[in-house]
Each structure stands twice: as structure tokens, then as C-alpha cells.
């Protein structure tokens, strides 16, 4: 995942405090700086260190450390913006709009809230628990095996010839 442009004002060390941080990361994976205000192509790579080196602020962050689950760098003398790059896990849904992490959830989760509500009523949900795990089932299906279905290679014994000529004979 991939954070929005980050702003990062002058002399903060710390990048959780920053607008923005995201609440789902479960590490970062690179992080790039930038001179507020340019173009894309002006984002240079930081360096990832093991600690946060002592000395003294400069215009740039360009060091990072990822230690106690928070984001530290030496603090620039200019406000900077930063792109970080992490792996992040799904975001619970909050409200009613939220997104819900992946693509045909709500075939399950129809299901398994009506099986639920008519259970709250005192009524038989067993048929719409069957179509709930059904349609699980479905999900699982579709979102991690359809990624590893084979693709069609050419044969291991295919003929051998050259276009225009004609095939070789064995003796």
C-alpha cells in the first residue's frame, strides 16, 4: 500500500504524529522525501538505518528508522514531503459507506445478516446460513485460487522444423 503525499513540517522526528499516517500499516517498506510543491519525479529515496543517526538536522530527513512499531528521523530545517510505501491489513468497516476490504463481500455478508436476523426473531436461518457459506465458499474461490490457476504452455514434444522446408527425416 502506499500512503497519500505526507507533509512533514519542520523538526518533527517522529512520523506518526504526521496527518495522514496510516492506522492499518503493520510495517513500512520504503519511504521517499521530496522539496514540497515539486513534481513526482523529484522524490528521492531515504535510507532505512537501524537507529536514528545522531546529528544534526539538515534540509533533508533522508534517514528512517522503523523501531517500537513508530516511524523516527532526525528532524529536517525545511518542511518536506514524504511517500511511504508499507503492508498494511484491512481497514474495519466503520460506517455504513466504508469499503469492505475486498471485491463481492457483501454476497456473504447479505446472507449471513439475514441468517443472523432471523435467528434474533426466533425463526429458522438455517437455509440462509447454507447460502451464506455458500457464497464464502464462492469468495475464497474467486479471490485467492483464481490466482493460481495454470496457464497454457506449449508442448514439451513439439515438432521440429523450419518454416518453408520440409520436416527431417530420421534414419
Not at 474495519?92 to 471485491?103: R, Y
Not at 435467528?119 to 465458499?137: F, H
Not at 493460481?148 to 527425416?169: D, L, N, V, W
Amino acid at each position: 500500500m502506499q500512503t497519500a503525499i505526507l507533509s512533514v513540517p519542520v523538526g518533527t522526528t517522529l512520523l506518526n504524529s504526521v496527518a495522514g499516517y496510516p492506522n492499518n500499516m503493520v510495517r513500512p517498506i520504503s519511504m521517499l522525501e521530496r522539496d514540497p510543491g515539486t513534481g513526482m519525479n523529484n522524490f528521492i529515496d531515504m535510507i532505512e538505518t537501524a537507529f536514528v543517526p545522531i546529528m544534526d538536522p539538515i534540509d533533508d530527513l533522508q534517514f528512517w528508522t522503523w523501531m517500537g512499531e513508530r516511524i523516527s528521523f532526525v528532524g529536517a530545517t525545511s518542511s518536506r514531503e514524504v511517500l511511504l510505501r508499507y503492508e498494511g491489513t484491512l481497514i474495519p468497516p466503520v460506517t455504513v459507506n466504508d469499503p469492505l476490504g475486498f471485491l463481492q463481500a457483501e454476497n456473504y455478508l447479505g446472507p449471513k445478516t439475514a441468517a443472523l436476523a432471523l435467528k434474533t426473531i426466533n425463526k429458522d436461518g438455517q437455509a440462509m446460513d447454507a447460502r451464506a457459506e455458500a457464497e464464502l465458499y464462492e469468495l475464497i474461490k474467486t479471490n485467492v485460487v483464481a490466482d493460481q490457476r495454470p496457464t497454457r504452455r506449449r508442448g514439451y514434444r513439439s515438432r521440429k522444423e523450419s518454416f518453408g522446408s520440409t520436416p527431417a527425416k530420421f534414419v
